[in-house]
Nanobody, 125 residues
Framework: QLQLVESGGGLVQPGGSLRLSCAASGFTLDDYAIGWFRQAPGKEREGVSCISASDGVTDYADSVKGRFTISRDNAKNTVYLQMNSLNPEDTAVYYC??????????????????WGQGAQVTVSS
């Protein structure tokens, strides 16, 4: 069974950091672009960052550029989202998603077809 599992969420003070992990089981991530998305209460889901299957090319939403870093460790079948300088506007449920796409680029607008269950990130003092 193909599955993505997020971990690493939690409560952090403004200015703090968290690292989310997205671990895959039932398939290998080598051929998949991975995206991170988030949804805050009462808001639409938005794309945060993605990383391509080939060459690990990344893309970020303007709201997180310079603060978040996406990376992948294919040996561990895991993708990470390092989040620094967090602020209350980053509070949301964060989801990782996968799409088999053998390109050296990624787009947050792609129709990702495998999704994790989500991890809550709360930024509050």
């Amino acid at each position: 069974q193909l599955q993505l599992v997020e971990s690493g969420g939690g409560l952090v003070q403004p200015g703090g950091s968290l690292r989310l992990s997205c671990a895959a089981s039932g398939f290998t991530l080598d051929d998949y672009a991975i995206g991170w998305f988030r949804q805050a209460p009462g808001k639409e889901r938005e794309g945060v960052s993605c990383i391509s299957a080939s060459d690990g090319v990344t893309d970020y939403a303007d709201s997180v550029k310079g603060r978040f870093t996406i990376s992948r460790d294919n040996a561990k079948n895991t993708v990470y989202l390092q989040m620094n300088s967090l602020n209350p506007e980053d509070t949301a449920v964060y989801y990782c998603a996968a799409l088999r796409a053998l390109f050296s680029f990624c787009l947050l607008s792609w129709d990702y077809n495998y999704w994790g269950q989500g991890a809550q990130v709360t930024v509050s003092s």
